[in-house]
């Protein structure tokens, strides 16, 4: 069965510290992966997405994220934490073909960031 | 380029009433998907679209949801009757085809049942 799991439910980061949130996922071939920011109140934005090619892929806001096969995992990191990076979190998984429709999605890591 | 329109934006409707959301996609985008959001959890699918037609609604509660989308655009999400537990926020949210490509969102709609 199809599966995101974030491990992490809430972290605590200084501004200007580096940041990590993991993801892993559980499917049946290599999926299509992405990461999304949900500001209070917002809809989900997407910050990064993996299709295929070189694994560490760049996306918005400064945002970057690696996908290791082996470890099933798809990370996100930041090098530099600022204030307005503060939000809720989602990894999600879509299907690289029309055989399977769904996008899952984590539970999500929300992330308070301390001046 | 226009983002994904929800309407209306919060509700507070007593249990057993009824409530319509509605949602008008990006343009040109086949695929439209309607997400439960519980609070501290991740969207959950309720229904997927592709262009007018149900491509998966497995896990919309069809004794009390429906969803439709007439001529392949705009998507309209029911409940009926509402339980406290419908308490969420729905979210739509489209995309050009359902497969090798995002998800474009609104802002969702906040529904409070009490």
């Known amino acids: 069965a199809q599966s995101v799991t974030q491990p992490d439910i809430h972290i605590t980061v200084s501004e200007g510290a580096s940041l990590e949130l993991r993801c892993n996922y559980s499917?049946?071939?290599?999926?299509?992966l992405f990461w999304y920011v949900q500001s209070p109140g917002q809809g989900l934005q997407l910050l990064l997405k993996?299709?295929?090619?070189?694994?560490l892929v760049q996306g918005i806001k400064g945002f970057e994220a690696e996908f290791k096969r082996s470890q099933s995992s798809f990370n996100l990191r930041k090098p530099s934490v600022h204030w307005s990076d503060a939000a809720e979190y989602f990894c999600?998984?879509?299907?690289?073909?029309?055989?399977?429709?769904?996008?899952?999605f984590g539970t999500g890591t929300s992330l308070t960031v301390i001046p | 380029e226009a983002g994904v329109a929800q309407s209306p934006r919060y509700k507070i409707i007593e249990k057993r009433q009824s409530v319509a959301f509605w949602c008008n996609p990006i343009?040109?985008?086949?695929?439209l998907y309607w997400y439960q959001q519980i609070l501290g959890q991740g969207p959950k699918l309720l229904i997927q679209f592709q262009n007018n037609g149900v491509v998966d609604d497995s896990q919309l509660p069809k004794d009390r949801f429906s969803a439709e989308r007439l001529k392949g655009v705009d998507s309209t999400l029911k409940i009926q009757p509402a339980k406290l537990e419908d308490s969420a926020v729905y979210l739509c949210?489209?995309?050009?085809?359902?497969?090798?490509?995002?998800?474009?969102f609104g802002q969702g709609t906040r529904l409070t049942v009490v």
């Open positions: 343009s040109g985008h086949a695929t």
């Open positions: 949210a489209s995309s050009l085809v359902p497969w090798n490509t995002e998800a474009f």
């Open positions: 999600a998984v879509g299907p690289q073909s029309n055989t399977g429709n769904q996008f899952y």
């Open positions: 499917y049946g071939a290599t999926p299509y």
């Open positions: 993996y299709f295929s090619g070189d694994t």
